[in-house]
């Protein structure tokens, strides 16, 4: 089972998300600087760096919804989920209600979902 205590995050990704993190987010720097530019021949900064600080962190689970660097860290063996893999977890522990909300919610972003994978969500989650 998948709990929600806390998340382990970096710069990169923090300054790409704008906004004020929540106070659960902890901001951890990656060490090993020559493996995010490494990974940065493959991969934008912020993937590469969240591949770089798996490998400096105890059983890491990363959110990538890049397919590039989803198959980097396949290839890597660096287990990862994407976002709607923790949405659907989440309900699944009781941590949300309901997954219909979130991602209507995400639609509203500028993230790009087709109408067949939200319906293929929304039945894994037994919303449909």
Request: charged letters at 25%; proline letters at 3%; one cysteine or more.
């Amino acid at each position: 089972m998948w709990a929600v205590c806390q998340c382990l995050h970096y710069a990169e990704v923090a300054a790409e998300f704008k906004n004020k993190l929540p106070d659960w987010v902890i901001v951890e720097e990656v060490k090993n600087r020559q493996l995010v530019q490494s990974l940065q021949v493959e991969l934008d900064l912020g993937e590469a760096s969240a591949i770089a600080l798996s490998y400096e962190l105890p059983d890491p689970i990363i959110i990538l919804d890049d397919l590039a660097a989803r198959r980097v860290a396949a290839k890597l063996k660096i287990a990862f989920s994407g976002t709607f893999g923790i949405i659907i977890k989440a309900k699944e522990a009781g941590v949300i209600m309901s997954v219909k909300p979130i991602l209507e919610k995400i639609r509203h972003t500028n993230f790009r979902i087709s109408e067949d994978v939200v319906m293929e969500i929304l039945r894994m989650a037994g919303e449909l």
